[in-house]
């Protein structure tokens, strides 16, 4: 196959394009690296799409690898024949290929392999040819013999037709054909498994629905239904035009006594070998379809976690709630060192309460606290009253902010989080981490699997191999638009920087421990094992802010310093200027110049030239920052307190397929659905709403005994 050539196709670029993709991929060039610094190549394609274009391309070096393990295997038979061999060559897919090995496949025991133990082939043979004149019962009657097990003449035919059955269950055509009408006509249809017995999937007791409506969250939530063992599903589908596609193709109306036979032969194929196949066969495609589709919505939210708004420069006092055990507390600086920690008791006796207060108030005034951030765990509500209450014993405006906890009890159990926080208890790190994931989402949530981050629903259904590549493929793309400080970034956050992997990471940390801070871009190279392609696909995301050289702080990378040196020269910078590295009219400077001219002169390309510009202009610039702030806040309300038409500002903490939750504050979060996002028809919450997305909603009621919340964004 020509891959170059049949992706431009499927991406819709140049096949140009296509191939240099595949050239640099082929070469160990990592995706980041590709998007961000190879952009004249693939006409500045963005990471997700050549992530995408990766994802593709191997997938079709796999369907060919499988084409010639296919071809090979019917070879070893002797019975590749020409045609075989270019329907071969002519299949698309893996399914496809499946079903033209399907007669060649080793098979167990059979009704068709019994009959055709017993000499029965023969006689499924004739009724095939379709003779006119043909008796087949006569016929029949030849194939009697009571030491193969073929009793009577009516057992010889219903071997012939066994054997002619399963012929048209492995025909590759039939199966082609009968694919589209399933898809366009099967309903999914489930039902309780037990009489009487409720259940949160009561809605599905006496369920059907076409599946080229259905929605992905309902595939997953009957699916668990089933796993559960509360619903029974299948598929339905009217089988005339099944039968009728069947009876085409086998039966050619010269022997009625023939067809009547073969008729029967096609009902049961259809419905003994076929249709059971492609029940399979759909139900797995709408498990993977809904599956793929969720884990593009997690991807999507995760992204939109990490790229929160740090909080720089500010002390936190992180708490990580309990009842029984006590809250965990810790005080972090700005640069996320650990100052003091203490457990309290918010939720216990009275005497407990005010000496937890006391001790939160000696805390907060001795480091000079800025914001306060609670875990949303068990407990949580109870401890954000409480923090309420102390803030308001205080001489100064402090804030707090309610941030997602997931994982930080996997951080605080983790080899990493030991090394990391030696001295601290398992439990008190949780709280570090919960302090720190308000300061720096990305630099914190990075040392944490992504799937224990919790960023959508059925996350346990999918399959694991696939979302865990997906994302951590959002992670590492994240990291990499925003690039990390080489002489501050943990083992972590350096392991998700292009071209690097655990063991140079390791070398760079001790490196820093031996010799000090990086003073530049350059001394990377005297790290062991971090070779000159390591450098190369590293050394663009690594910032030095210490460095001489105001270029080790940008995005751009070294092998492009001395175009950014003459484009500073081209327009006429004086020296004096370019020392003091304060560029912010560039991008004024270059379009009087004119960009194209400027390229030319250069000897780069356009997409280069405006990276370079970018980077100049606002060196150090964090992508993170042109984001709205993250909601602080300073009083608590209670679900109780809710009343209809209250308008209220809330932070989306995760977009599902039917909507959004919403954090108002009130330790349950309200329901948007997607009815209610916007005046205007969208086909996924996501077109309008993010993760972090700070919104005001309208409240249209609230059910305090059942904890549900809904709300609206249509005020």
Do not use: W
């Amino acid at each position: 196959m020509d891959y170059a050539k049949e992706l431009a196709k499927q991406f819709e670029i140049k096949e140009e394009y296509a191939a240099n993709i595949i050239s640099l991929l082929d070469d160990g060039n990592t995706i980041p690296f590709i998007a961000r610094y190879r952009k004249e190549l693939h006409g500045s394609m963005d990471d997700q799409l050549i992530r995408a274009f990766s994802e593709k391309l191997e997938y079709l070096r796999s369907l060919d690898k499988r084409r010639e393990e296919i071809r090979a295997l019917i070879a070893t038979q002797e019975k590749l024949t020409s045609e075989v061999g270019a329907a071969l060559d002519r299949a698309q897919t893996l399914s496809e290929l499946e079903d033209i090995y399907r007669p060649f496949r080793p098979k167990r025991k059979t009704r068709a392999s019994v009959a055709k133990e017993r000499g029965l082939e023969p006689l499924a043979l004739l009724l095939l040819r379709q003779e006119k004149g043909f008796s087949p019962a006569k016929a029949a009657e030849g194939f009697v013999s009571a030491e193969k097990g073929v009793d009577t003449a009516a057992d010889a035919l219903q071997g012939a037709m066994d054997i002619i059955a399963e012929q048209l269950s492995d025909s590759a055509e039939i199966r082609k054909q009968l694919r589209p009408i399933a898809r366009r006509g099967a309903c999914l249809t489930a039902s309780a498994a037990k009489e009487g017995e409720d259940s949160v999937y009561a809605m599905y007791y006496d369920y059907t629905e076409p599946i080229k409506k259905i929605a992905g969250h309902r595939v997953l939530a009957v699916n668990r239904g089933e796993k559960e063992g509360f619903l029974k599903v299948s598929l339905t589908l009217d089988e005339q035009e099944p039968l009728r596609v069947i009876g085409r193709l086998i039966d050619r109306r010269t022997n009625p006594l023939c067809s009547d036979l073969l008729q029967q032969a096609a009902a049961d194929a259809y419905r003994r070998l076929i249709f059971p196949s492609l029940e399979r066969e759909l139900r797995s495609e709408l498990t993977e379809t809904a599956a793929e589709n969720a884990m593009k919505v997690f991807a999507t939210n995760l992204k939109q976690l990490l790229m929160q708004p740090p909080v720089k420069g500010k002390t936190v006092l992180g708490l990580d709630p309990g009842y029984r055990t006590g809250c965990k507390v810790a005080v972090v600086d700005g640069t996320g060192k650990v100052l003091d920690t203490a457990v309290i008791y918010p939720t216990h006796s009275e005497r407990k309460i005010a000496e937890s207060k006391q001790t939160l108030l000696r805390l907060i005034q001795k480091h000079r606290v800025d914001i306060i951030s609670i875990g949303n765990g068990t407990a949580s509500k109870e401890t954000e009253m409480f923090t309420a209450e102390v803030l308001h014993e205080l001489d100064r405006k402090v804030y707090y902010m309610v941030v997602s906890e997931a994982g930080a009890s996997v951080y605080s159990a983790s080899k990493l989080a030991a090394a990391e926080l030696p001295e601290l208890d398992l439990t008190l790190r949780s709280a570090v981490s919960i302090a720190r994931r308000l300061q720096d989402p990305l630099a914190e949530l990075v040392k944490i699997e992504p799937k224990a981050i919790g960023v959508g629903q059925y996350q346990h259904d999918m399959p694991q191999k696939r979302l865990g590549e997906t994302l951590d493929g959002v992670v590492e793309d994240c990291v990499n638009s925003v690039g990390a400080d080489l002489n501050t970034a943990s083992e972590a956050l350096l392991s998700r920087v292009s071209g690097l992997n655990a063991a140079v990471c390791k070398n760079i940390v001790a490196y820093r421990e031996e010799n000090g801070s990086f003073h530049s871009r350059a001394e990377l190279k005297k790290v062991p094992k971090l070779g000159p392609k390591a450098f190369e696909q590293c050394a663009g995301f690594l910032r030095v802010p210490e460095s001489r050289n105001p270029l080790d702080n940008t995005g751009v990378h070294p092998e492009s310093y001395q175009s950014a040196k003459q484009l500073l020269t081209l327009v006429e910078y004086s020296e004096k200027e370019i020392k003091s590295a304060k560029f912010a009219d560039l991008p004024a400077r270059v379009r009087a110049k004119g960009e194209k001219r400027l390229a030319e002169q250069i000897g780069v390309g356009l997409p280069t030239l405006g990276d370079i510009v970018k980077e100049l202009s606002k060196p150090g610039r964090d992508p993170r920052d042109e984001l709205p702030a993250p909601l602080l806040r300073s009083d608590v309300l209670g679900i109780k307190d809710l009343k209809e038409g209250m308008v209220l500002k809330g932070t989306v903490r995760n977009v599902i397929d039917f909507g959004a939750f919403i954090d108002i504050g009130v330790h349950q979060d309200g329901l948007v659905h997607i009815s209610q996002i916007c005046d205007r028809y969208i086909r996924h919450p996501s077109e309008v709403l993010k993760v972090g997305d700070v919104v005001t909603v309208k409240v249209l009621s609230s059910d305090p005994n059942k904890k549900r919340i809904s709300l609206t964004l249509r005020l």
